[in-house]
């Protein structure tokens, strides 16, 4: 099963940011936080990982939690390409369950 | 190529064959998965294979499904007699992992399977 619970769907306008949760109250120490999405037809793509301190790169910001039950992927301007379904998933040196994930829809 | 790569991308079939469906991890990477995904669906996981361990086949939906890893790179999904709930996009991926790092998964195009 898997250990992430998150939105089954979320809209967003353009431009604006969107911030997507995701929940992981049992995660253990020494997992990550991983986020990837996956445009239609396409495989799924890395984003942005996070143990404990927030995170930033070129694509999204990773925001988690003091006690990491849970965390919020936020992406500062969205554009209608980023109109994906998002996955968060807790990774550690194990085979990798995903759940249903949030299917974020930009709109113009 | 640098990426991981599958074959064929898609695959139609009779009810009742067998099919293979092959991935390339990118090289020197220790772990390799199959996932499945039905259309609209989620990814569902079915094989998970890390350096020379013995793979934890807990996803796999039935014994027509098996799976191996040749010298720890190439991989071989089997589907053993098809049926038409078998249709969907099979997704490979593979990581590096060496110690306590544990990178982010790398995931093929998929092959998209049709069973008549």
């Known amino acids: 099963d898997a250990k992430t619970t998150q939105p089954p769907s979320m809209d967003c306008a353009e431009g604006r940011a969107a911030n997507l949760p995701c929940n992981h109250s049992?995660?253990?120490?020494?997992?990550?936080v991983y986020w990837y999405r996956q445009i239609h037809s396409q495989g799924p793509q890395y984003i942005i990982h996070g143990l404990k301190n927030n995170e930033t790169n070129e694509m999204a910001s990773l925001i988690i939690t003091e006690d990491r039950k849970s965390s919020t992927l936020i992406l500062p301007h969205a554009t209608l390409r980023d109109t994906a379904v998002y996955y968060c998933?807790?990774?550690?040196?194990?085979?990798?369950?995903f759940g249903q994930g949030t299917r974020l829809t930009i709109n113009p | 190529g640098a990426g991981v790569s599958q074959s064929p991308s898609n695959k139609v079939t009779e009810k009742g064959k067998d099919v293979e469906l092959r991935c390339d991890p990118i090289s020197g990477h220790t772990a390799l998965y199959w996932y499945r995904q039905s259309l609209g669906q989620g990814l569902e996981f079915l094989i998970y294979?890390?350096?020379?361990?013995?793979?934890?086949k807990s996803g796999l939906p039935s014994d027509r499904f098996s799976a191996e890893r040749t010298g720890g790179s190439v991989s071989t999904l089997t589907i053993q007699r098809t049926q038409q709930e078998d249709s969907a996009v099979y997704l490979c991926?593979?990581?590096?992992?060496?110690?306590?790092?544990?990178?982010?998964?790398?995931f093929g195009e998929g092959s998209r399977l049709t069973v008549l």
């Open positions: 991926a593979s990581r590096l992992t060496s110690g306590l790092y544990t990178g982010e998964l790398f």
């Open positions: 294979f890390q350096g020379n361990s013995a793979p934890d």
């Open positions: 998933i807790v990774q550690g040196a194990q085979k990798l369950v």
């Open positions: 049992t995660i253990s120490g020494n997992e990550y």
